[in-house]
């Protein structure tokens, strides 16, 4: 159960159902995989941020 | 404080401070090697994501990568130009990440290498464990519990830490101290009465109540925090840490929303330019060095002999207000010198020096050597034959030392009590001037020694306190720098007030009790000071408590260790001014470093903005006049990189440290490591991008 609750197991699902989410906005402007690649990037700065408000919060934990 | 069996059984003298460090330096060769392959061991994402600013390089560093790989991965007309424009990004990234991770290994490696030293002194040794029935059985020394009663006998290794329940003996602690010198242990007595698993026992025998289980004896706890184990954020470093993720996180942000806006203007920056510019902007400088000045700081402090329990404790020494001390052995000399001879009972001072003379021949003490010249100096001659007496030693439970002649004269000289004692115990009768010069030595601070031949008192001895050389001048520096200083004694307050004043301190107070000394802290505290203090008795346990910097000594009981926030391995009280010091120095460093890191990304800017932005007019910022854009760029990230391990030696030696104000030290740094900081990337950049040209690697 414990698992579930990890960001390990949470982040990769994040990742990949924002890429797939946001491809198709990237699509009438960029080939399949530039735009699966911009999607990923874009979710990848997404977390990165979200990342550095948590250290802001917690900073005792990092 | 209890001070007598320190003042009673003085050590010997001590070489210099190099020469009897037990953590010592360990061989910089394989500490560089082994933090060579810690660097890259510390690439893995599960550690770098303890620290948000090298975590987001990592971040840069992967992407780089990953387009180096295939660089049409996000621009379809992107060619192999770009591929090896993307390959050199991406080796500079990895190059300020790897001299980052260096930096942090180095500095843990060096307390890696002490706890090895420490380990070596835990040898699995045989103990004599008695039982309920007063039988002995022989057990491994991991068997042994807290509780348990173990005797030691001359040559054995001590078991565990313990408290000795019964018996005297001498114990070599240099494993744990490198003092050479025994010290005595015996039971019933403050400071005397714990021993350390790992010393050995020189003679008699010892009965001991271990005091820790298995893998939390003394040593054990000394081990993991050397070893940084337990090593966690200091509150100052917790905020400089949210400091640097918020700058991080605006220019994240700012980066990131760079993009729309430049491809508005027709520009398009690649995304690997966009990461080098976001590298440039956070500041990876202190973000690579914070963990290695930290780690550093409690290194210098363990080059001192102190082991400190974390390094919130080494953090608070920087910012202490207050420093309570004791007058003995820190302020003055724990040795004192014999200054008069007060005769008694009808006898003249020759009387006196003579009898002083052969009651002190055999005492090779300071105190004893310094009465034979006090004597000497009077004319006093031996009033027996060389090599015709022999000597008694002092013993803690006699109190006393002398000598006896082959025709059956005792010469005795020892604290008031213990003469009047031996004098009654021979028939003799004790004048009442005795008890008056105790009293006028004592009214001078002075320590009175009853002198006596037989069964008659010959009068006594005065002891005066020697204040320390230099004491005097760095209580002066403390003061420079805002610290207040109050002496502690036990004297009255005649006798305090003149040694306070000729020691230049802040404040004192006589006759002091343990109640006084938390008195004075929480004092100090309720004014928002902070305060550090030294101590070894366990009465010293609730004030080292409650001190915000609490300092035992090793010769200490167990719960003045256990109380205190360092423990000093040579004991010795004066040390507490350098660990201050040393506090201070690390503030320091960790400031100027953090100055000089924000200070050079203004050199990143006027290199990295026009190269981004060529097509729009702000080809003006280019004052560097730098050959090209992705030259511009590249040099910036080379020079990014490079600073690291050229500011690794000062993160790790630290800041020198001037005894000057905060407003000055303030004033100082931002002119040094400020505009030091702005000069020195234009300079680099520069040099580094006149390389790339000549190098035509761009």
């Not at chain 2, 289980?213 to 054990?220: E, R």
């Not at chain 2, 002398?402 to 010469?411: A, K, L, M």
């Not at chain 2, 009465?539 to 109380?563: F, I, R, Y």
């Amino acid at each position: 159960m414990a698992r579930f609750l990890h960001i390990r197991f949470w982040l990769p699902l994040l990742l990949v159902a924002g890429t797939l989410l946001l491809a198709p906005l990237f699509r009438s402007s960029q080939p399949p995989l530039q735009s699966h690649a911009l999607a990923l990037l874009l979710c990848g700065t997404a977390a990165l941020s979200a990342y550095l408000f948590a250290v802001i919060a917690q900073p005792e934990k990092f | 404080m209890t001070t007598s069996t320190r003042v009673l059984f003085p050590r010997m003298p001590r070489g210099p401070r190099q020469e009897r460090r037990y953590l010592e330096r360990p061989r910089q060769q394989g500490l560089v090697g082994r933090a060579v392959v810690e660097a890259f061991r510390k690439l893995d994402p599960r550690q770098a994501v303890s620290n948000p600013v090298m975590f987001v390089v990592w971040c840069g560093t992967a992407l780089c990568l990953a387009l180096t790989l295939e660089p049409r991965l996000l621009d379809v007309q992107a060619g192999d130009r770009e591929r090896a424009f993307n390959a050199l990004i991406s080796l500079t990234l990895l190059a300020t990440l790897l001299f980052a991770n260096f930096a942090e290994a180095l500095a843990e490696g060096r307390g890696k290498a002490q706890a090895d030293a420490l380990r070596r002194t835990q040898a699995r040794t045989q103990a004599r464990r008695q039982l309920a029935d007063g039988s002995i059985e022989l057990v491994d020394s991991s068997d042994l519990r807290r509780g348990d009663l173990v005797l030691v006998q001359g040559g054995d290794v001590i078991p565990a830490d313990g408290e000795v329940i019964a018996g005297v003996a001498s114990v070599d602690e240099s494993a744990i101290t490198g003092e050479s010198a025994p010290v005595l242990k015996e039971a019933g007595s403050d400071v005397a009465g714990s021993v350390t698993g790992g010393t050995r026992i020189l003679s008699d025998q010892l009965t001991l109540r271990i005091s820790a289980d298995p893998g939390k004896g003394f040593i054990d706890r000394m081990i993991a925090l050397v070893e940084g184990a337990e090593r966690s954020k200091t509150p100052n470093e917790i905020a400089l840490t949210v400091l640097l993720a918020v700058l991080t996180q605006v220019f994240l942000i700012a980066v990131a929303t760079l993009s729309p806006v430049a491809n508005y203007l027709q520009v398009a920056p690649s995304v690997v330019t966009l990461v080098a510019l976001l590298v440039a902007l956070i500041p990876t400088t202190i973000g690579g060095l914070l963990s290695a000045i930290g780690i550093a700081g409690m290194d210098r402090v363990a080059q001192f002999n102190v082991i400190a329990t974390s390094g919130r404790a080494v953090e608070a020494c920087g910012d202490v207000n207050t420093l309570v001390l004791d007058k003995t052995g820190t302020i003055t000399l724990g040795n004192r010198l014999a200054e008069e001879f007060l005769p008694v009972g009808g006898h003249s001072v020759a009387e006196l020096a003579e009898a002083a003379l052969g009651a002190s021949c055999f005492d090779q003490t300071p105190e004893g050597r310094s009465i034979v010249r006090l004597a000497e100096k009077l004319g006093a001659v031996l009033p027996f034959g060389p090599g015709t007496a022999s000597g008694i030693d002092f013993s803690a439970r006699t109190r006393m030392s002398g000598s006896d002649t082959p025709d059956g004269i005792e010469f005795r000289k020892g604290a008031v009590d213990a003469i009047k004692g031996f004098v009654r115990s021979r028939g003799g009768q004790v004048p009442d001037q005795l008890d008056q010069c105790f009293e006028q030595v004592s009214r001078l601070g002075g320590t009175p020694l009853a002198v006596c031949r037989g069964a008659e008192v010959f009068g006594v001895i005065y002891l005066k306190d020697i204040i320390k050389p230099g004491i005097r001048e760095r209580f002066d520096q403390l003061r420079r720098m805002g610290i207040r200083t109050v002496m502690l004694t036990g004297d009255n307050p005649i006798t305090a007030g003149v040694i306070a004043r000729e020691a230049g301190v802040d404040d004192f107070i006589a006759e002091a009790t343990p109640e006084d000394k938390i008195a004075v802290i929480q004092q100090e505290q309720k004014l928002g000071k902070l305060v550090a203090m030294t101590g070894d008795g366990s009465n010293d346990a609730p004030a080292l408590a409650q001190a915000n910097v609490g300092v035992a000594m090793n010769s200490g009981t167990q719960a003045a260790k256990e109380a205190a926030n360092m423990v000093d391995l040579d004991s010795d009280p004066t040390k507490l001014i350098d660990i201050v010091t040393i506090g201070k120095q690390l503030l320091i460093t960790r400031g100027a470093l953090t100055t000089f890191s924000i200070a050079n990304d203004i050199a990143k800017y006027f290199a990295i903005l026009p190269a981004l932005f060529a097509g729009v007019g702000l080809e003006a910022l280019n004052v560097m006049q730098l050959a090209s854009p992705q030259s511009a760029i590249l040099s910036a990230m080379v020079f990014n990189a490079l600073i690291i391990p050229a500011l690794v030696p000062l993160a790790l030696k630290g800041v020198k440290f001037r005894p000057l104000s905060a407003e000055q030290l303030l004033r100082r740094n931002l002119l040094v490591y400020g505009a030091g900081g702005v000069v020195a990337p234009f300079v680099g950049i520069k040099l580094i991008d006149l390389a790339i040209g000549a190098l035509h690697l761009i």
